[in-house]
């Protein structure tokens, strides 16, 4: 690989994504989702579903999906699958809310969309079909989805689960028994409906995939049978539903399947046309309507249209469902924080969800999951809420919204306020080692899980992050007056403070963390890992030091964590298992946080060069981060998504590939870091203080944010060397200061002098 592959473009100014080429190098996904229900879709329709309820108890109700065509004989997939079987025309067009496949065989265009109503727990198929001949022709369109409601089929295992055809409701569905917004087992259903009249179904896996078959030629498709209203009893379930359609010559129809979850065998929720018209502008529109809060234009025009129209939705995302695949508090909390720049009322309230989870002594969980609030023993999970809880009222101007009553996960309640007193309380006194804040079962870096078991092995990072938690609460405390626990809290900062920078300095850069028997992590004597990048990182969030330390300990990032790829996570990668500090040893080296480039913490990096004024840094930040710029490395991956790491040099042919994509803080800390950091917008109470530093080969730039109501144009103009600020004009007069007050007013522009 010696350059990278985009594999589509970017349509309708980025808000599109058209993949053009259906064998990318791995499945290249999209995500749709309400508050009860969330899926995801490959380029080739491979993906999943699940209904979930407050606790986290989820109702599997797709593990895969395939749509099949057949006519006098012959049938096709309409997803793509298998890979170039002969179809030509093909694309997958990823939006906010939407996927379309589209391809064409056998005369016959089909376009498969998919898409996440905004309530409900299900999601709906539309497919349309168009006869490209001067004849008459008659389709069977077959449905199928793969469903683990029953559990993942195992050979020689129990199966317990029925499905049928119910005539009432039109649906062919799947039974189990489950807790769901229960605590016992209830019986629950999966189903799938169909908008035209019903012609052939299968609620039995082996009538349909065949004892032989497979999800790409199941047995009743190449057999010509299609279906075989087969019911099921004790086999593993699956949905599926055939419908036949007339087309004339140049005719096309479209067909619409329900596929969801129910708790109520009398309710199948299943849309006709008319209402999936309706469900789908109104999917649009909430999207317009809540993502609409901030847009960049910068000479990068890729870069725009990935903040602009995809990171933003991802933010989105993750406020609501954290990681997917379980529901982390710190997840959560931190993709809030981000989501606030866009939409700081929606935020607020995903954030009050959050801290409803937490606990009434001030701890917080790692995650909420089957029906249980799960601690895992990390300790970090508490500190992130002051950082969101500060920047959302900070971006709605109400500092009364600490008062905003939510309830503990014992029942009792107290304001936002009284959470975050209470988060600071808990993990100052929280103590290991020399007074730092113990590391326990892991901090942010979840894989260092073994350090701090035995209650004394502590974290310098989690120290440094409470430290400006600390002061953050402070300033929160002072702007509702009250005063002691303001005092209180600062004199905790300043022992902790001291503790920090008497046991957590290495001579050149902050260490770590120190296990339970106090041998140093990201230490010069560490056995590996001598450097771990993100202790350096919030020296700079935090303000710990008073003597430039901070400054430092980024030369030292430059001098040891810097590769053509990016920023490592840390510095040597370790080779071998070391049961003292955890899994993060058990990793290949050069492997996601075993010395890989977390691009997590690349975006904090991004906001720390910024505070710096490292402009330079900034951009060639960005230049390794994003996925198509080929600067410094090659790398690969979706253009429209970020990841969670970049694989180092020591993984081979890994190198230069990535991670998970999607289910990363990656996506909402750019999205930050970009906005607040890059190019200047941060909210203060007295009202958006504009302190840039933008990338030096960005001459002109310019953002467009709504803040409390006003819409305020920024443009910036570089007018020499430099990232500083010389001049800002509002509405044509130049102000003293950098706060833009935009109270009264509905629009306000603002020009920037850099130099």
């Known amino acids: 690989m010696d350059k990278y592959i985009w594999y589509g473009k970017y349509k309708e100014n980025g808000k599109v994504f058209e993949i053009t080429k259906p064998d990318t190098p791995r499945h290249w996904y999209n995500y749709f989702f309400n508050d009860d229900y969330v899926s995801f879709t490959s380029q080739v329709g491979f993906g999943e579903g699940f209904a979930q309820d407050d606790l986290g108890r989820r109702i599997p109700v797709v593990s895969n999906r395939n749509l099949f065509v057949s006519e006098n004989g012959k049938s096709w997939s309409i997803c793509g699958l298998p890979i170039n079987y002969g179809y030509k025309k093909y694309s997958c067009s990823h939006k906010n809310g939407s996927s379309v496949i589209r391809l064409k ?96 179904f299968d609620s039995r896996r082996n009538a349909f995939i065949g004892t032989y078959g497979d999800e790409n030629h199941p047995y009743a498709i190449t057999s010509g049978l299609l279906t075989q209203n087969t019911d099921c009893n004790s086999e593993k379930v699956c949905l599926v539903l055939k419908t036949t359609i007339e087309l004339k010559a140049g005719e096309e129809k479209t067909v619409h399947f329900t596929v969801g979850a129910t708790v109520n065998e009398d309710e199948y929720p299943v849309y006709k046309s008319s209402e999936v018209k309706k469900l789908f502008k109104e999917m649009e529109d909430k999207y317009d309507r809540e993502l609409g809060g901030v847009e960049i234009h910068s000479p990068w025009k890729n870069f725009d249209y990935l903040i602009n129209g995809w990171m933003k939705y991802c933010a989105d995302l993750g406020s609501r469902w954290a990681r997917v695949r379980h529901n982390g508090y710190r997840d959560m909390t931190s993709d809030s924080e981000c989501f606030g720049c866009v939409n700081p009322e929606l935020a607020w309230e995903r954030l009050k969800r959050v801290l409803s989870y937490q606990y009434s002594n001030g701890y917080a969980p790692r995650t909420i999951i089957d029906g249980a609030i799960r601690d895992r023993n990390f300790s970090d999970n508490t500190v992130w809420m002051t950082f969101a809880a500060d920047t959302i009222v900070k971006e709605i ?41 113990r590391i326990w079962g892991g901090d ?146 050069g492997c996601q946080d075993n010395g890989g480039v977390y691009l997590h913490c690349a975006a904090w990096k991004l906001a720390c060069d910024s505070i710096l004024k490292r402009a330079d840094k900034v951009e060639m930040g960005l230049r390794k981060m994003l996925p198509w710029d080929t600067t410094y490395a090659v790398k690969c991956g979706e253009p429209y998504a970020m990841f969670n790491s970049y694989f180092a040099p020591e993984c081979g042919y890994r190198e230069g590939t990535p991670g998970q994509s999607w289910r990363t803080a990656a996506s909402s800390w750019l999205l930050k870091s970009t906005v607040e950091y890059v190019f200047g917008m941060h909210p203060e109470l007295e009202g958006l203080r504009i302190d840039p530093c933008l990338p030096p080969s960005w001459d002109k730039c310019s953002i467009t944010k709504m803040f409390r109501g006003c819409r305020i144009e920024v443009s910036y103009k570089r007018t020499g060397k430099g990232c500083e600020v010389k001049s800002i004009k509002a509405d044509g007069k130049k102000i003293s200061g950098n706060i833009i007050n935009p109270k009264g007013k509905k629009n306000i522009k603002v020009e920037v002098e850099i130099g």
Not at 399 to 406: E, M, P, T
């Open 105 to 200: 065989y056998k005369n016959v265009e089909s376009a498969f969309r998919v898409f996440v109503p905004n309530a409900g727990m299900c999601e709906i198929w539309s497919v349309t079909l168009k006869n490209t001949t001067d004849q008459d022709r008659t389709l069977e369109l077959i449905s199928y989805a793969k469903t683990e409601i029953d559990g993942t089929y195992k050979p020689q295992g129990y199966n317990t689960g029925t499905g049928g055809f119910d005539k009432k409701h039109k649906v062919v569905w799947g039974r189990s028994f489950m807790p769901f917004y229960t605590e016992e087992n209830r019986p629950v259903r999966v189903y799938m409906g169909c908008s035209d009249k019903i012609t052939g």
């Open 444 to 589: 942010w870096n979840d894989c260092v899980n073994f350090a701090g078991l035995k209650g004394k092995g502590v974290s310098v990072w989690l120290s440094l992050a409470w430290y400006r938690a600390a002061k953050t609460f402070v300033r929160i405390a002072k702007s509702v007056g009250r005063e002691d626990d303001a005092k209180m809290v600062d004199e905790q900062a300043k022992i902790m403070q001291e503790r920090i920078e008497k046991y957590g300095w290495d001579g050149e850069y902050y260490i770590y963390a120190r296990t339970d028997d106090d041998i140093k992590l990201g230490s010069k004597g560490s056995e590996a890992g001598e450097i771990y990048l993100i202790p350096q990182l919030w020296s700079v969030l935090s303000g710990v030091s008073e003597c430039g330390r901070e400054k430092i300990a980024m030369d030292s990032v430059d001098k040891y964590l810097e590769i053509d790829l990016g920023t490592r996570l840390s510095y040597h990668a370790f080779t071998h298992r070391l049961s003292y500090i955890g899994s993060c040893s058990e990793k290949p080296a």
């Open 397 to 437: 101007g109400d500092v009364s919204l600490f008062d905003d009553v939510v309830k503990f996960n014992d029942g009792s309640e107290a304001p936002v306020y009284e959470h975050l007193k209470r988060s600071v309380e808990f993990l100052y006194n929280f103590q290991g080692l020399y007074g730092l804040v």
